[in-house]
Nanobody, 124 residues
Framework: QVQLVESGGGLVQAGGSLRLSCAASGRTFSSYTMGWFRQAPGKEREFVAAISWSGGSTYYAGSVKGRFTISRDNAKNTVYLQMNSPNPEDTAVYSC?????????????????WGQGTQVTVSS
C-alpha cells in the first residue's frame, strides 16, 4: 500500500515557476514508477509526465515538454514536478500516481495508487 500526498500548488503568474511535490509513504518507494496527471474543470484527466522507478527514464506530454521537469528523490520518498513558464492552459488539479515496477507510461489505468491532488492556477 502506498499513500501519496501532493503539495506546492497555488497561484502563479504566466511565465513564472512552481514546483509540485508528492510525498509517498512506505518503504518501497524506489520500486514505483511515478506519474503526474492533471484535470481542468470540465475536461478529462490528462497525462503530464512520468518517471521510472530508477529515475533513469522520463516521459512527457507534448504540451509540457521543454517546460516541465519530473524528478524523484528516493531517499526522501518524493517525486517533483518543476513547472517553468506555465500558461493559463496549465491551470488544473495536479495529481501524482504510482505504478509498481512499471514503465513510465501515460496510461492512467496502469497506475495503482493516486493522491488527492493539488490545485494550480496560472494567471495571465
Amino acid at each position: 500500500q502506498v499513500q501519496l500526498v501532493e503539495s506546492g500548488g497555488g497561484l502563479v503568474q504566466a511565465g513564472g515557476s512552481l514546483r509540485l511535490s508528492c510525498a509517498a509513504s512506505g518503504r518501497t518507494f524506489s520500486s514505483y514508477t511515478m506519474g503526474w496527471f492533471r484535470q481542468a474543470p470540465g475536461k478529462e484527466r490528462e497525462f503530464v509526465a512520468a518517471i521510472s522507478w530508477s529515475g533513469g527514464s522520463t516521459y512527457y506530454a507534448g504540451s509540457v515538454k521543454g517546460r516541465f521537469t519530473i524528478s524523484r528523490d528516493n531517499a526522501k520518498n518524493t517525486v517533483y514536478l518543476q513547472m517553468n513558464s506555465p500558461n493559463p492552459e496549465d491551470t488544473a488539479v495536479y495529481s501524482c500516481a504510482a505504478e509498481y515496477l512499471g514503465l513510465a507510461t501515460s496510461d492512467s489505468e496502469e497506475y495503482n495508487y493516486w493522491g488527492q491532488g493539488t490545485q494550480v492556477t496560472v494567471s495571465s
